[in-house]
């Protein structure tokens, strides 16, 4: 089975799907891996570290996604749908596409790329169970969104993390606050209090109190009660307003305490919710700095401008977008281990085999025959059954 590796085309994305390292083990399954030229560069994995365990390399993307029956990308059109878009044109019925694709959002591509007969599995889809924990491609790349964050606010804070004792007199550690201790936040956590920073988190969870404890930080309680705060797959569920306000209200005098706030909250498919009004930036002390990394769903700061850094009353706002790409040799690693991971799990006898019995599969699996099938990327999509099976008929 000829698995494809094409070269990222979304602006300022670094990482590649597959690595060398990987390719051994994708080998011994009876995989044989097919690169577009260049496409690991950008992370640090020139064509010829392939080349040496083997795998073959094409001249252009549409060699790729001809002889591959599997193709493996970081951003497939649904997450790229500008400079992706080309690519619908390349799939084929009987072909699978693997790669982040933000399907909650997507409707409309995933609706396209049903139409072409090609199989795509959506790796935000991923359930949270103990025998996914190595396909799960956004905890790995949430990791190093939380290390990234506190570098950030590190670089914009115009104060050092630590309490240094000098000759000079002391200097005061600062304070960080970290808004969601999913992965993201607790990295973020470990990160800065690295760095030297006393650090607090809060989490709507209370049962990950421990958690936050274990890494140094002190947890942030507060007398107001989440309810369902997860869903069944594992991810945030979205809130009533009624709770932000009041969860608002009691953060603010926390947020005007710290020097710096790392925002992570963020709901699969939905607009981020707003956690920081512009009223509690303007009760933050001068030079602090906020770095929200739920930017790419709206931002979790009232203040914040996806892609871009502003100042507001003297605080910096951050607003950062794909952190992961900033650090793509290991990102890549991860995504690859992950990702080679979830494919040798559909792989029996050296070809992909769909059993949709099994709940990685079936909750991964967005569009198979001409039809969108995953009831969450439906029901997003507006597809109905009559509308999926007059889709399903116009392709036969």
């Given at each position: 089975?000829?698995?494809?590796?094409?070269?990222?085309?979304?602006?300022?994305?670094?990482?590649?799907?597959?690595?060398?390292?990987?390719?051994?083990?994708?080998?011994?399954?009876?995989?044989?891996?097919?690169?577009?030229?260049?496409?690991?560069?950008?992370?640090?994995?020139?064509?010829?570290?392939?080349?040496?365990?083997?795998?073959?390399?094409?001249?252009?993307?549409?060699?790729?996604?001809?002889?591959?029956?599997?193709?493996?990308?970081?951003?497939?059109?649904?997450?790229?749908?500008?400079?992706?878009?080309?690519?619908?044109?390349?799939?084929?019925?009987?072909?699978?596409?693997?790669?982040?694709?933000?399907?909650?959002?997507?409707?409309?591509?995933?609706?396209?790329?049903?139409?072409?007969?090609?199989?795509?599995?959506?790796?935000?889809?991923?359930?949270?169970?103990?025998?996914?924990?190595?396909?799960?491609?956004?905890?790995?790349?949430?990791?190093?969104?939380?290390?990234?964050?506190?570098?950030?606010?590190?670089?914009?804070?115009?104060?050092?993390?630590?309490?240094?004792?000098?000759?000079?007199?002391?200097?005061?550690?600062?304070?960080?606050?970290?808004?969601?201790?999913?992965?993201?936040?607790?990295?973020?956590?470990?990160?800065?209090?690295?760095?030297?920073?006393?650090?607090?988190?809060?989490?709507?969870?209370?049962?990950?109190?421990?958690?936050?404890?274990?890494?140094?930080?002190?947890?942030?309680?507060?007398?107001?009660?989440?309810?369902?705060?997860?869903?069944?797959?594992?991810?945030?569920?979205?809130?009533?307003?009624?709770?932000?306000?009041?969860?608002?209200?009691?953060?603010?005098?926390?947020?005007?305490?710290?020097?710096?706030?790392?925002?992570?909250?963020?709901?699969?498919?939905?607009?981020?919710?707003?956690?920081?009004?512009?009223?509690?930036?303007?009760?933050?002390?001068?030079?602090s700095v906020i770095v929200d990394l739920a930017a790419?769903?709206?931002?979790?700061?009232?203040?914040?401008?996806?892609?871009?850094?502003?100042?507001?009353?003297?605080?910096?706002?951050?607003?950062?977008?794909?952190?992961?790409?900033?650090?793509?040799?290991?990102?890549?690693?991860?995504?690859?281990?992950?990702?080679?991971?979830?494919?040798?799990?559909?792989?029996?006898?050296?070809?992909?085999?769909?059993?949709?019995?099994?709940?990685?599969?079936?909750?991964?699996?967005?569009?198979?025959?001409?039809?969108?099938?995953?009831?969450?990327?439906?029901?997003?999509?507006?597809?109905?059954?009559?509308?999926?099976v007059a889709a399903r008929s116009q392709e036969a």
């Amino acid at each position: 089975m000829i698995v494809g590796v094409t070269r990222e085309t979304y602006p300022g994305e670094r990482r590649v799907a597959l690595v060398p390292a990987v390719i051994p083990s994708l080998a011994k399954a009876g995989c044989q891996v097919l690169l577009e030229t260049g496409a690991g560069a950008a992370a640090g994995f020139h064509d010829a570290s392939y080349t040496e365990r083997e795998a073959k390399t094409a001249l252009s993307r549409d060699e790729v996604f001809g002889a591959a029956e599997v193709v493996l990308q970081v951003r497939a059109y649904g997450a790229n749908q500008k400079a992706g878009r080309g690519d619908l044109a390349r799939l084929r019925r009987g072909q699978f596409l693997i790669g982040l694709f933000e399907p909650l959002s997507s409707g409309e591509a995933a609706r396209e790329v049903a139409a072409t007969g090609a199989s795509l599995f959506a790796l935000e889809l991923m359930p949270r169970i103990t025998r996914a924990q190595r396909m799960d491609v956004l905890s790995s790349m949430a990791t190093i969104a939380g290390y990234k964050a506190v570098l950030l606010a590190a670089q914009a804070l115009p104060k050092m993390f630590p309490m240094l004792m000098t000759a000079a007199g002391t200097v005061n550690p600062a304070r960080v606050l970290v808004l969601g201790a999913g992965v993201a936040g607790l990295q973020a956590i470990a990160t800065a209090r690295r760095l030297g920073g006393v650090v607090e988190a809060y989490d709507v969870r209370p049962e990950v109190k421990e958690q936050v404890e274990s890494l140094g930080a002190r947890f942030v309680d507060l007398p107001v009660e989440a309810a369902d705060a997860q869903d069944e797959a594992g991810y945030a569920r979205a809130q009533d307003e009624s709770f932000y306000r009041r969860q608002r209200d009691l953060l603010s005098k926390v947020v005007a305490r710290c020097d710096v706030v790392i925002t992570t909250a963020a709901v699969p498919g939905r607009k981020a919710p707003v956690l920081i009004t512009t009223d509690m930036v303007a009760g933050m002390p001068p030079g602090s700095v906020i770095v929200d990394l739920a930017a790419e769903r709206g931002g979790n700061c009232q203040a914040t401008r996806p892609g871009e850094t502003v100042v507001e009353g003297g605080v910096t706002i951050l607003g950062p977008l794909n952190l992961a790409a900033e650090v793509p040799h290991d990102a890549s690693q991860m995504y690859a281990r992950n990702v080679t991971a979830f494919l040798l799990h559909l792989v029996k006898d050296g070809a992909l085999r769909l059993n949709l019995e099994d709940e990685i599969t079936r909750e991964t699996l967005v569009t198979h025959d001409g039809r969108v099938v995953h009831s969450r990327v439906r029901e997003a999509a507006g597809v109905t059954g009559a509308a999926a099976v007059a889709a399903r008929s116009q392709e036969a």
